[in-house]
T-cell receptor
Framework: AQSVTQPDIHITVSEGASLELRCNYS??????LFWYVQSPGQGLQLLLK??????LVQGIKGFEAEFKRSQSSFNLRKPSVHWSDAAEYFC??????????FGKGTRLHILP | GAVVSQHPSRVICKSGTSVKIECRSL??????MFWYRQFPKQSLMLMAT?????????EQGVEKDKFLINHASLTLSTLTVTSAHPEDSSFYIC????????????FGPGTRLTVL
């Protein structure tokens, strides 16, 4: 069965520091992979997605993610975080039948 | 483009009443809409998938008589929580897809339901 694991429930980084959020997936075929961001009380915004091709994917707001098949990972990175990046981040995998399976999320806290 | 709205954004109701939540695709035709439920500090759980003009497909464990889904047009899907109870309190999020593929799901802003 398809699944997504985000090992870190909370991550705290200082403003201006680099960020990496971890995501591991389980899927039998080539996955569709997504990262979404959710601000408090808000819906989800798509940051980036991977379907095929270049394994390093660029997204909005300066985020990028790298698909590593050998590690079944799709970690999200940003070289320098801003206070406005504080939010909940969800990794997700396309599970076939148009469904998306979400990870449990990682809450990002930014220190001034 | 690809904007999805939900109404209401917040609703408080008494136990035993029914609540209807609307999900609209504002600038595209959505052949498929999805309804998710999100508990506090939890991930999104898919409740059901609805295709315009046909019955919704519910995920295992979701009561179809409790959560009525109607997708009557290509721009509107509704979720009705019938005989709501406090345990139904949650954040409900819809998404819409115009091609049915996972690459085109656009999410609404969510509806916070509180059942007293």
């Amino acid at each position: 069965a398809q699944s997504v694991t985000q090992p870190d429930i909370h991550i705290t980084v200082s403003e201006g520091a680099s960020l990496e959020l971890r995501c591991n997936y389980s899927y039998g075929a080539t996955p569709y992979l997504f990262w979404y961001v959710q601000s408090p009380g808000q819906g989800l915004q798509l940051l980036l997605k991977y379907f095929s091709g270049d394994t390093l994917v660029q997204g909005i707001k300066g985020f990028e993610a790298e698909f590593k098949r050998s590690q079944s990972s799709f970690n999200l990175r940003k070289p320098s975080v801003h206070w406005s990046d504080a939010a909940e981040y969800f990794c997700a995998v396309g599970a076939g039948d148009d469904k998306i399976i979400f990870g449990k999320g990682t809450r990002l806290h930014i220190l001034p | 483009g690809a904007v999805v709205s939900q109404h209401p954004s917040r609703v408080i109701c008494k136990s035993g009443t029914s609540v209807k939540i609307e999900c609209r695709s504002l600038d595209f035709q959505a052949t498929t809409m999805f309804w998710y439920r999100q508990f506090p500090k939890q991930s999104l759980m898919l409740m059901a998938t609805s295709n315009e003009g046909s019955k919704a497909t519910y995920e295992q464990g979701v009561e179809k008589d409790k959560f009525l889904i109607n997708h009557a047009s290509l721009t509107l899907s509704t979720l009705t929580v019938t005989s709501a109870h406090p345990e139904d309190s949650s954040f409900y999020i819809c998404s819409a897809s115009h091609s049915g593929g996972t690459d085109t799901q656009y999410f609404g802003p969510g509806t916070r339901l509180t059942v007293l």
